[in-house]
């Protein structure tokens, strides 16, 4: 599309050049090739887009939607497209809305609070055969995502499968209003977004809208309202499709037949999910044996990108479960955000996913690559070797993993100091790949949502003012989680400040290209001048280490040196008392190149209601020293005391800037927070141990009766305390709880599977949630501070995205 086209559609002002729209950015830091990219300068609560345009210019971006009143404040001479409305995201909407009113084929929409991306994954799998389909990539449903995934759609699809999420009252009107769906598919009704909602009827109520004009609504146990006019199918025990699982199937009652169904899965959400789909299917004609056919032929989805370290100091990504342009262009983004300096590699295989011809598919392919640049791709597959390759980078062919794998050796220069992604289709079994080139093989696993972890940080943003500032406290490994990774993603989410605990850990983020102010806590006075040479900012918390910073400074050549001034209001652990205040402020007048960049102190008891009283003590406390040391200082200082529970409890210490630690993580007195943190493992062995019997070392507590034994590949050199032997704490196989036998071995434990179905191989999980965590945590008389921060780093570290 032409830009001039574009503005009749969206009634804009159109300034400068006609310019041709083929990629669509929102985010700066998203952006690989420049050529036919439209920014929309969008505007949110805590960030605006029009700030970025300067430096977007500068790196080659020359066609921008921004809003009508916004005025380039810098000096440019290249001819720049302006597309100017009144907002930016409305008006990508109604673009969106035209774009969907071109589509002829059925458009589905999946909504409900849980199993939306599971199910359209699972319907496109089930119709991929017969339609040419438009899927939302990922979990895009929001009001950006979409019109983003509407946006998409081209002339040759027949179906579209778009998913509609919303948070708040007021938002699926407008997601309606873009979808205009024929067809409604509901998957739950449940807890998430809660807080927004008087009651749950409200919120179902507004996720009726979808359904407005829909002609057709599947839905999991909600009745058809009076007033809808069309086919309403429920599936429930009252609805007119019903259902009962057993050991190794279901059956299903829709239209006065009873059908059974083999499943491949047995696990409630799965079988909810597939039965959702089979009612989609059965409206569409389809007879109950190729149902059967296809449901068998289901494959689990991984909504995920998963990041390990790999060989030769390279990162890797792992997504070789879908293979289609829609999940590649995802993918690829996701790969520019991490670790710039390193040298970008692809390895896929043949889109086998995506319904198009050959020549379209490898089309198709050559203009996604052609957006994000490589410095090398290594193509898997048969129609690689019969067809005209034209890709922008150097490339080699395999004919399939057998032969890529028998080459590592050979290729293994190009996979060295690189972001390497590996994405394919299942039938390549690109998780062969994966194992070879992954670092670490331990079997234990901590594994990081990111994509949580961001939730976490817009939930605490939904309780601060626009203007308050976030630090992030990455210290000790950020809480046992990775702290370059999750600096560096947390750098990605626009976060203002970082902290650290010493100097070593703000030199490492440095080295990873992190660029945000990061605070150092404890600054030993040996490592101030690195600190410095750093750009790093220590907190000064008492006379000593002021004095050596001084000392220091005076041979550094650095105009301005931020500090952060540590206050004592309660906690007396570190900082200045307010006797300290006059000597203190007239050492920071004397040597004016330290720049206070902030004066902060700790609450003692934030997460405790009954210590209330003492946090506003303390927060008067504070108040008073800083403006002290404010009215006496002429330039502004940021305040900071609240810390996670203090953000949700005590909205009057949020100030200029918050710090957020374990909160960030799920862990927190209150407040709808996602858990991202999983340890997990896997059996070993397993094996019968009869009546009278020991386990582990030691040759105590012999057992009562024959018990059946998993061993597992986890101990205390993995941070697995030795407090929780002898059944005082267990693990979850298959969501059922099994006590440990015996004691904490070094690198093993042994637990009790008398009463659970499981497999050598199967995953066993230590914890996967705040309430896990906190019984274990229990168990061993700690906090979870102390668990997360005791995982050994021999424990591998997967990062995760949804």
């Known amino acids: 599309m032409r830009s001039k086209d574009l503005i009749h559609i969206l009634n804009a002002i159109h300034e400068g050049p006609d310019a041709e729209i083929s990629n669509i950015a929102y985010d700066s830091r998203q ?28 790196h080659g ?9 916004y005025v380039l404040d810098a000096l440019n001479t290249q001819p720049i497209t302006w597309i100017r409305v009144k907002g930016v995201l409305q008006h990508l909407q109604i673009w969106a809305a035209w774009k969907r009113s071109q589509f002829k084929g059925l458009t589905i929409a999946i909504t409900g609070s849980q199993g939306k991306t599971i199910v359209k994954e699972w319907l496109y799998q089930l119709l991929k055969t017969d339609f040419q389909i438009l899927r939302s990539p990922r979990s895009f449903n929001s009001q950006l995502g979409v019109a983003l995934s509407i946006l998409r759609m081209e002339s040759h699809h027949n179906l579209a499968l778009i998913e509609a999420g919303i948070s708040m009252p007021g938002e699926m009107q407008t997601l309606q209003a873009m979808i205009k769906p024929a067809m409604v598919v509901f998957t739950s009704l449940g807890s998430p977004h809660d807080e927004a909602f008087a009651n749950r009827s409200e919120k179902l109520q507004e996720k009726l809208k979808l359904t407005s ?8 146990q909600v009745a058809k309202p009076n007033l809808f006019q069309g086919t309403w199918i429920e599936i429930g025990p009252n609805g007119s499709l019903s259902y009962s699982a057993l050991s190794d199937g279901i059956h299903i009652t829709y239209e006065n037949r009873t059908h059974f169904f083999k499943m491949p899965f047995n696990d409630e959400s799965s079988v909810r999910n597939a039965v959702t789909c089979i009612g989609v299917l059965f ?8 149902i059967q056919n296809r449901i068998l032929n289901l494959k689990s989805i991984s909504l995920r990108l998963d990041v390990k370290k790999a060989w030769a100091n390279s990162i890797l990504i792992n997504d070789y479960y879908n293979a289609d342009i829609e999940s590649l262009e995802i993918a690829l983004q996701f790969m520019y955000q991490q670790s710039p300096r390193k040298r970008s590699i692809l390895i896929v295989s043949d889109l086998e996913q995506s319904g198009l011809t050959a020549q379209q598919r490898m089309s198709a392919l050559s203009r996604c690559c052609a957006r994000f640049p490589l410095d090398y791709c290594f193509l898997v597959g048969e129609l690689f070797l019969n067809t005209e390759i034209q890709l922008h980078c150097l490339y080699r062919v395999f004919k399939d993993t057998n032969a890529l794998i028998s080459s590592l050796n050979e290729i293994s220069p190009y996979l060295s100091e690189a972001r390497i992604l590996i994405k394919g289709a299942r039938s390549y079994h690109f998780e062969r790949l994966a194992s070879r080139l992954q670092l670490q093989s331990h079997a234990t696993v901590f594994e990081v949502n990111l994509s949580r972890l961001r939730d976490n940080l817009n939930y605490f943003k939904s309780h601060l003012n626009p203007q308050v500032k976030i630090m992030g406290m990455v210290k000790a490994m950020a809480y046992g989680s990775g702290g370059i990774e999750i600096a560096r993603f947390l750098q990605q989410c626009g976060i203002a400040y970082l902290a650290v605990a010493y100097t070593d850990e703000g030199i490492a983020l440095r080295n990873a290209q992190v660029t945000v102010p990061i605070m150092v806590m404890n600054p030993e006075e040996d490592s101030l001048e690195e600190l410095i040479k750093n750009n790093l900012e220590p907190e000064i918390y008492n006379f000593k280490i002021l004095n050596k910073l001084i000392e220091v400074a005076e041979y550094s050549a650095l105009h301005s040196i ?39 102190s700790h609450f003692t008891a934030s997460d405790d209601p009954h210590a209330d009283g003492w946090s506003t003590v303390q927060l008067n406390r504070f108040t008073n020293m800083y403006n002290v040391i404010q009215n006496k ?21 949020h100030m200029d800037m918050v710090r957020l630690g374990i909160g960030l993580y799920g862990i927190a007195q209150q407040g709808a927070l996602e858990s991202v943190c999983k340890w997990y493992t896997q059996i070993s062995q397993i094996r019968i141990v009869e009546a009278g019997e020991t386990i582990g070392y030691g040759k105590s507590e012999a057992l009562a009766s024959a018990k059946r034994v998993a061993t597992l590949p986890v101990g205390y050199a993995d941070g697995l305390s030795r407090l929780l032997g002898h059944g005082k704490h267990g693990v979850f196989i298959h969501n059922t709880f099994c006590n440990i036998l015996g004691s904490v071995c070094m ?5 009790d599977v008398t009463q659970v179905q499981c497999e050598e191989g199967d995953q066993v999980v230590i914890f996967e949630n705040a309430s896990q965590l906190l019984a274990l945590s229990k168990a061993m008389n700690t906090i979870p501070y102390e668990v997360l ?9 997967v990062y995760t995205m949804d």
Request: include cysteine.
């Open 213 to 220: 004009q829909a002609s057709v609504v599947i839905a999991q």
């Open 747 to 751: 690198d093993m434990i042994m637990v």
């Open 789 to 797: 921060t005791s995982v050994s780093s021999r424990v591998k570290r």
């Open 61 to 69: 971006i020359t066609c921008f939607m921004v809003e009508h009143d």
């Open 633 to 653: 200082l002429n330039y502004p200082i940021l305040r900071h005391m609240a810390n996670t529970n203090a953000v949700l409890r005590l909205p009057q210490s």
């Open 562 to 600: 931020h500090i952060h001034i540590k206050l004592d209001t309660g906690m007396h652990r570190l900082g200045f008392t307010d006797a300290d205040i006059p000597p203190l402020l007239e050492m920071l007048m004397r040597h004016p190149r330290l720049h206070v960049g902030s004066v902060f």
């Open 283 to 290: 409206h569409l004609h389809y007879t109950p044996e190729q």
């Open 31 to 58: 952006i690989a090739g420049t050529t036919g990219v439209l920014f929309l300068a969008l505007k949110t609560v805590h960030r605006d887009g029009h700030m970025y345009i300067p430096q977007l210019i500068a």
